[in-house]
């Protein structure tokens, strides 16, 4: 498949630099331009029309708010990452209701981004095939579920002792290809653990809500616990 084609919108040279480096790094995307101002951000996304647009929200003329309704205001097939230091829950809100795809709070790690465009690819090439089925468009928006979650995964020093975040992210990673949630055995066999180690990731991934927890009777003896992403 062609890569898909993005334009960064920075204007720090050296975060510039870096996210260049990254997207090169995941590969799959061609950068077609970079913009450091929102009035260039708009002329180029006019101009070159990419399918992607990884967007800073504190620009020095336009904020990256004013350049997403633009996008929107000229109908222009583009998707929005955000990229910026905004937490506060208003800010996150208008964005999220302008359509981005994803928000990404700096400063961040590698990994965040690199799921980000990964489930970007995945999207768009699922998406562009024409028609997709209610089973396949599910499976991608329980994977949507998962890769947010990814990107929230604590640090290995903010984990309780013996647990790796590595090996959460392997987990919520399976998971979000089970629509039937799975049970602790199932994690531990698709993922080669032992039964209680698997346990003891997913009951902490319950508890701190990546995950949800549902009992499944069957015929005879007792219920069978299935772990699920928990979808926003």
């Known amino acids: 498949m062609n890569d898909i084609t993005m334009i960064l919108v920075e204007d720090d040279p050296m975060v510039l630099a870096v996210n260049e480096g990254f997207i090169q790094k ?5 950068i077609l331009a970079s913009a450091r101002t929102g009035r260039q951000a708009i002329e180029l996304i006019k ?3 990419p399918r992607l647009i990884v967007l800073d929200l504190y620009l020095p003329d336009l904020d990256g708010s004013e350049v997403l309704k ?3 205001q000229n109908g222009l097939p583009t998707d929005v990452i955000m990229i910026t230091a905004a937490q506060d829950v208003q800010t996150v809100q208008e964005l ?3 359509g981005v795809i994803d928000y990404i709070i700096k400063p961040f790690r590698f990994e965040r981004l690199k799921h980000a465009l990964e489930k970007y690819k995945l999207f768009f090439n699922k998406l562009t095939q024409g028609e997709i089925a209610q089973e396949e468009l599910d499976r991608l928006m329980n994977l949507s579920a998962a890769e947010h979650k990814i990107g929230q995964t604590p640090t290995e020093e903010m984990l309780p002792k013996g647990l790796r975040s590595l090996t959460l992210q392997q987990i919520l ?3 979000a290809e089970k629509q039937d949630g799975v049970s602790a055995e199932e994690v531990a066999v698709g993922l080669g653990l032992a ?5 003891r990731y997913l009951e902490y991934l319950e508890k701190t809500g990546h995950v949800r927890l549902e009992s499944r009777y069957g015929t005879i003896g ?7 992403v928990r979808i926003p």
């Open 70 to 72: 633009a996008i929107r």
């Open 96 to 98: 999220l209701r302008l």
């Open 173 to 175: 990673k399976f998971l």
């Open 222 to 228: 007792r219920p069978v616990n299935r772990y699920r």
């Open 47 to 49: 101009a070159l029309t």
């Open 26 to 30: 995941i590969g799959g995307f061609q």
């Open 195 to 199: 039964r209680v180690t698997a346990r």
